[in-house]
């Protein structure tokens, strides 16, 4: 009869415990909480690319509707409108 009362009473410290642990530990992962984190939300990003803009030519900053995109001798990557195409072909400038 000892045996069976100290056996249930382990039981329930076991199940305290258990219980306890697993309160810390969900409570630790709440996406919700206060403390500073490393982790920047990209919602506010998102939203801001969702509007649709005009991209500016890369040689004459007018907003003239589509870019065509080409890769210059060092690399970079410019943007031209129509206008500026022959500026590209002048300097043999690859398209994307």
């Given amino acids: 009869m000892k045996y069976v009362v ?7 410290l076991g ?3 258990y219980i306890v642990q697993k309160k810390k530990t ?6 919700l909480r206060t403390t500073s984190s490393n ?4 919602d506010s990003h ?9 991209q500016p030519c890369s040689s004459c900053k007018k907003k003239n509707g589509k870019l065509i995109f080409y890769a210059q001798d ?17 300097r043999d400038m ?3």
């Avoid at 998102?46 to 005009?54: D, F, L, N, T, Y």
């Fill in 6 to 12: 100290i056996l249930l009473v382990l039981l329930a």
């Fill in 15 to 17: 199940v305290g415990y």
């Fill in 26 to 31: 969900s409570s630790s992962s709440d996406p």
């Fill in 39 to 42: 982790v920047i939300s990209m």
């Fill in 46 to 54: 998102r939203k801001a690319k969702q509007s649709p803009g005009e």
């Fill in 74 to 90: 060092n690399g970079t990557v410019v943007g031209l409108c129509k206008d500026c195409q022959s500026k590209a072909k002048k």
């Fill in 94 to 96: 690859l398209p994307l």
